[in-house]
């Protein structure tokens, strides 16, 4: 049995990412960046206005007071699209909107809310300082600059900017092809009626749906009895699609797990078995040349554990993804914990956002890995080290989010 840090390492310690395609802008979203990203151009491309008013030259308006107001001649207009094409003379003005190129002479707006106009003059109460109101051309981005780093994951706020830029289509890394599937002859599809002896698998659904939110695209091939011919057969169709195989259940020490034993026949070399985890301890992982296969125990807290400590960060880095490994956030326990187990733990539990900012974790009340209505009712796991121990109230531990942090308010 390895400890938890040992297996991760194994497991996306060095990873080499897959190979790289161009996608379309709005389609990367979610994928990872296969090149650093430059500016082509200045963002705003060229100077503009910040508001609704009058274009001007700051000078003319130097000597406007409240009661000699300075006097100029609107000459025309700035729209957005469609410029003044003249440059702006002394003792003119024009009327300029928000977004519209500053013309050649201008170097200033006054705001429609500050003007007064009247017959084609505007009357200009006080002194305008240079620059005001004014967008300069690469006020947010200047061309050349760098903007995102190879490795980092797009989000809508990146794919924002690179819109911005024209910046499509974009080289990202490949996402992974996975195959799921769940073994175990009590198994039921979710909407099959209950009988005798059996189970829903809900396995299945919840690995689909995390793997759904990862943006990663998986093949379910189904429900496999225990028995060996059959799982034998089906694992090897898995790999036969996917680079990346999930399985749950049958990774045991009973004489029906029957997970090492296919994967043996298939020619897959197990890298390890047994973690020093609750829950989650006889998680297996295997390879065969460059295809991983992931056997998670089939309790469902299991299955959770393993996507989170272990799938997503080797899919992430298949992917090429610069931080793959889990975001866990330091909290403070809100109730005390007496560990008993000598294994690194996760607990269900709720992740709250105090009033006064900071965090808080508290474990829900039953912990067990079959515990499905625990697992509903929490938001976060929270990690205890290996090593039996007492964890008194206000103790610092480390909380990993199922979701978003929207879900601890
Ligand atoms: P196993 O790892 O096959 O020994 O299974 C451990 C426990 O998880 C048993 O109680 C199984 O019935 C249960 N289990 C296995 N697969 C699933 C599944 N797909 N959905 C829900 N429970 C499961
Ligand atoms: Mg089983």
Known sequence: MICLEEAQRQVWGSVAPLDTEQVDLIESVGCVLAETVRAPHDLPPFDNS????????????????????????????????????????????LVISTGAPIPAGADAVLPLE????????LAVHAPVSAGAHIRPKGLDVQAGATLLEAGTRLEWRHIGLLAALGLTPLRVYRRPRVALLVTGSELLPYNAPLRDDAIRDSNSVMARLWLQAWGVPCAFLGVVPDELPALTARLEQALGEAEVILLTGGVSVGGRDLVKPALQTLGAETVFWRVNLKPGKPILFARRDRQAIF??????????????????????????????????????????????ESRAELMTARLCIEADGSLSVAPTPAQGSSLLGSLARANAFCYLPAGEGEFPAGARVQALPFAPMESCL
């Open 50 to 93: 910040a508001m609704d008013g009058y274009a001007l030259r700051a000078e003319d308006t130097q000597p406007a007071t409240p009661d000699a107001p300075v006097r100029l001649r609107i000459v025309g207009e700035s729209a957005a699209g469609k410029g003044y094409r003249a440059p702006l003379r002394s003792g003119e003005a």
């Open 114 to 121: 500050q003007a007064q106009a009247q017959d084609g003059a």
């Open 295 to 340: 056997g998670l125990p089939g309790n469902p807290l299991a299955v959770a554990v393993g996507l989170m400590l272990f799938v997503r960060p080797y899919l992430a880095a298949l992917e090429g993804d610069a931080r793959p490994e889990p975001r866990f956030l330091t909290a403070r326990l809100k109730t005390p914990v007496h560990k008993k």
